[in-house]
């Protein structure tokens, strides 16, 4: 597809005329002060626009992108299902088949007594159906008050009310009166940032894992019911966890009897190298919310998979005070079920697992030769097809840049000039990477490259104007 200039004017019109952007500074936006680039077209792990500027997308969309543009396979499953049935409510027992199908597919996928998947939309939705479930489950195992949730500082786990409670980020807080009172935060995960001078990566997991004892402990263990977390931090700057730190964690939620809801949105599908995040780092979730690479975004899917021993309860509950009262209208849709089957076949027919365990290792281990020890870059991190590049002040004493500088978005700026896209993150100076797990080793060079040229070029811009 493309479009004459004069009609990418007509439509930029239109755009900032009508269209309420999420994240964005809706003023300028009006006002035409930010960049409003239409997207067209794209293939593979290329997206275009409509004045034919064509960018490698390394950042997947946003992480959701899995197999690629232009999947001939998911496309085709999404019209013959439109075909045949383009929509069948699964409320009050009916269903269809490819609900059931995506069901059966993702339970065994997944394995490690998981029992069944509540379908929605977004991420945002799964995490506001766990939370629901968290609390229905202790009403009906007698504990009204065991209701508060822990997450935490920088995790990431929606926008929605609670949801953008559970999120440990203050840009999704402001002037909306969150977070909500019911929620809590502890310590982020980031070793390189957080961690005490001398103090190892399982020492420092111990100390993260005292301190949310401590904060079990001050609220009272009987008032909290569940641990939310991703396996790796997304948004929050792409941040593996530190060695231990999921054992240790782990350890404490049985203790006191709290559950474990692991946010896969980013890291399943086969993303960090394995199939979902929880497998790599031995968690032992009892709710997984899952989204973006279930469809690889191809038609908006969600699943909240319910674990053995909440289901149980949940199947108790109903014997005693009759049917579940939670729903959504689009609760396994038709078209986005067949979406999301087709996406798995294709994951699984191109060994798209064994794929990223081979150029994994290469992506991370070609970004740290190209950007560690630059002046400005202070840690390059990653597993699987997902990376960070933070840039501080004085990254040895580990001094960040002050906000107003915006580095992230300078250098995010200059990388779409190098024609690629990552995103600068929204809680530090990070460049982040997520590209389509189909990208190649060539394709991974072309990234690499473009960062290491767009970080130096901030990096002497900063210089020039005596910011450093």
């Known amino acids: 597809m493309s479009l004459t200039n004069l009609g990418t004017k007509q439509i930029q019109e239109k755009d900032r005329s009508f269209v309420f952007h999420p994240s964005t500074h809706l003023a300028k936006h009006s006002r035409g002060e930010t960049p409003n680039r239409i997207m067209a077209g794209a293939e593979g792990v290329y997206i275009w626009d409509t004045e034919g500027r064509k960018s490698l997308d390394g950042f997947g969309g946003l992480y959701c992108v899995n197999m690629g543009y232009g999947c001939t396979e998911i496309a085709d499953a999404i019209a013959k299902q439109a075909h045949d049935l383009p929509f069948a409510h699964v409320y009050a027992s009916q269903g269809t088949e490819p609900v059931a199908r995506l069901g059966e597919a993702i339970v065994e996928y997944f394995g490690q007594n998981m029992r069944r998947v509540y379908f929605g939309l977004s991420g945002s939705d799964a995490n506001e159906t766990n939370i629901k479930l968290v609390w229905y489950y202790n009403n009906i195992l007698g504990r009204p008050e065991k209701k508060k949730i822990i997450s935490r500082h920088r995790g990431y786990h929606g926008s929605g009310l609670v949801t953008g409670s559970l999120t440990g980020l203050p840009f999704f807080h402001k002037f909306f009166d969150l977070p909500l009172n019911l929620v809590r935060h502890t310590t982020t995960p980031h070793y390189y940032r957080q961690a005490h001078e001398g103090e190892t990566e399982e020492a420092f997991s111990k100390r993260c894992a005292d301190e949310l004892e401590a904060l079990i402990l001050a609220e009272g263990p009987d008032t909290v019911a569940a641990f939310i977390g991703e396996p790796a931090l997304g948004t929050g700057g792409i941040v593996p966890p530190p060695k231990g730190y999921w054992t240790a964690i782990q350890e404490v939620l049985d ?167 990552g995103r600068a993150m929204p809680h530090s100076d990070t460049l982040g990477f997520a590209p389509p797990l189909i990208i190649t080793r060539d394709e991974i060079d072309i990234i690499v490259d473009a960062t290491a040229k767009s970080v130096e070029t901030t990096y002497r811009a900063l210089k020039a104007e005596g910011a450093i």
């Open 255 to 421: 203790k006191y009897d709290i559950l474990l809801i692991a946010d896969e949105v980013v890291c399943g599908f086969a993303r960090t190298g394995e199939k979902f995040g929880s497998h790599l780092y031995g968690m032992r979730p009892d709710f997984v919310t899952i989204a973006k690479g279930v469809s690889s975004a191809y038609l908006p899917i969600s699943g909240s998979i319910i674990g053995d021993r909440v289901w149980k309860v949940l199947e108790e509950g109903t014997e005693k005070h009759g049917a579940l009262g939670h729903g959504w209208t689009y609760s396994g849709h038709t078209l986005c079920a067949a979406a999301a089957l087709a996406n798995i076949k294709v994951l699984k027919e191109r060994n798209i697992l064994e794929h990223v365990q081979d150029v994994g290792p290469y992506w991370l281990s070609r970004m740290k030769a190209e950007l560690e020890g630059h002046p400005i870059v202070g840690e390059v991190r990653g597993v699987g097809i997902l990376s960070g590049v933070e840039m501080m002040r004085d990254p040895k004493a580990r001094i960040p840049f002050e906000p107003e500088l915006q580095v992230g978005a300078r250098a995010a700026a200059a990388l779409l000039e190098n024609g690629v896209i």
